[in-house]
């Protein structure tokens, strides 16, 4: 059972940054791609970002790509996110999720564990 833990979530106004964290309690960590997910107020979990096992694949959904980067540090167990350029319409729960292959999840099917969710409240 891996176990993952968000945070960096908050309140921030539009145009500003957050930095979001997902620490992992397990040490397969390294083996699974991960990912961050998000859900806003009567919409579907949505996939925003995958990285691959080491680092070297990621991919973006449309709406965030140039915007926020994702990354990981194998050897503190912990995925990040790092948000510029937030806009309202990044108001969501925002989930971390570990995949149970070497690529990151691309849809909520291929992920095997969920983080708890953090809330992300970009004000216009």
């Known amino acids: 059972q891996v176990q993952l833990a968000e945070s960096g979530g908050g309140l921030v106004q539009a145009g500003g940054s957050l930095r979001l964290s997902c620490a992992a309690s397990?040490?397969?960590?390294?083996?699974?791609?991960m990912g961050w997910f998000r859900q806003a107020p009567g919409k579907e979990r949505e996939s925003i970002a995958r990285?691959?096992?080491?680092?070297?694949?990621?991919y973006y959904v449309d709406s965030v790509k140039g915007r926020f980067t994702i990354s990981r540090d194998n050897a503190k167990n912990t995925v990040y996110l790092q948000m510029n350029s937030l806009k309202p319409e990044d108001t969501a729960v925002y989930y971390c999720?570990?995949?149970?292959?070497?690529?990151?999840?691309?849809?909520?099917?291929?992920?095997?564990?969920w983080g708890q969710g953090t809330q992300v409240t970009v004000s216009s």
């Open positions: 999720a570990a995949s149970a292959s070497i690529l990151g999840p691309s849809t909520s099917t291929a992920v095997a564990y």
């Open positions: 990285v691959s096992w080491n680092g070297k694949t990621t």
């Open positions: 397990e040490g397969t960590f390294s083996g699974r791609g």
